[in-house]
């Protein structure tokens, strides 16, 4: 029986998958993501290559937790969730101990130290640091890597809304995510309260929005004149 099969008897308890299936390695992928497709009938799993040397019973929980995404309209699980899903979970919870620190960069740690002191007593070990380059995704935090990335948009923006975006991040390095019936919740009550914490919160998110309004009409102002 592959590695599929077993995940999928053990999550709905019943034999025949109904797909084909193929997994894949791939060292294209950003350490540790994944990602499952379906097409004519067929699951292609594919998995970073960072996944190849870790234990079967994580790799089963990883693989259950995307059939549960890719079929959740399709076919209704026995369970919510097993024993390898909670052993997938805490993997990724705890994977950034493993993970080496290599990028950062002066404005990014400025901002990252800041934040630290003042919100959380300078006790956030500090993760990989790194600008993007989407205007649409202002910040990221990626459980494999270990790394907050920020859009470059905030590099001359004031620094207080560069750290509002910074502490977003940072909340969910230190809160992770909530598993509820098999699913991950990132944006909990709890880490909208948290947010709220930040010192003028409203007013800065109102900033973050006119930055964005600004670059946005700045965009279509060189595309059109240009
Ligand atoms: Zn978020």
Same mark, same amino acid.
């Given at each position: 029986m592959n590695i599929v099969e077993e995940a999928f008897q053990q999550l709905y308890l019943q034999k025949d998958l109904g797909y084909d299936t193929s997994i894949k390695y791939s060292s294209k992928f950003k350490p540790y993501n994944s990602n499952v497709r379906l097409y004519n009938n067929r699951l292609e799993f594919n998995l970073s290559r960072k996944w190849k040397?870790?234990?079967?019973?994580?790799?089963?929980?990883?693989?259950?937790?995307?059939?549960?995404?890719?079929?959740? !309209?399709?076919?209704?699980?026995?369970?919510?969730?097993?024993?390898?899903?909670?052993?997938?979970?805490? %993997?990724?919870?705890?994977?950034?101990?493993?993970?080496?620190?290599?990028?950062?960069?002066?404005?990014?740690?400025?901002?990252?130290?800041?934040? !630290?002191?003042?919100? %959380?007593? +300078?006790?956030?070990?500090?993760?990989?640091?790194?600008?993007?380059?989407?205007?649409?995704?202002? +910040?990221?935090?990626?459980?494999?890597?270990?790394?907050?990335?920020?859009?470059?948009?905030?590099? !001359?923006?004031?620094?207080?809304?560069?750290?509002?975006?910074?502490?977003?991040?940072?909340?969910?390095?230190?809160?992770?995510?909530?598993?509820?019936? +098999?699913?991950?919740y990132h944006h909990t009550t709890d880490f909208r309260k948290k947010e709220k914490e930040f010192e003028n919160q409203k007013y800065t998110e109102e900033e973050i929005k006119k930055l964005i309004r600004r670059i946005r009409r700045k965009l279509i102002f060189n595309r059109v004149f240009i």
């Open positions: 040397p870790v234990s079967r019973e994580i790799q089963i929980g990883l693989i259950q937790s995307l059939l549960l995404k890719i079929l959740r !309209n399709r076919l209704k699980p026995l369970k919510k969730t097993t024993q390898d899903i909670e052993l997938y979970n805490i %993997f990724i919870k705890k994977i950034h101990i493993a993970v080496p620190k290599t990028k950062s960069d002066p404005l990014l740690e400025e901002s990252f130290n800041r934040v !630290n002191e003042r919100y %959380f007593y +300078g006790l956030i070990e500090k993760p990989n640091l790194a600008w993007h380059n989407s205007i649409s995704k202002l +910040g990221s935090y990626e459980y494999g890597s270990d790394t907050i990335s920020i859009s470059g948009i905030f590099k !001359n923006a004031n620094k207080e809304l560069l750290d509002y975006i910074m502490y977003h991040e940072m909340l969910h390095k230190k809160h992770k995510f909530k598993n509820k019936n +098999g699913r991950n």
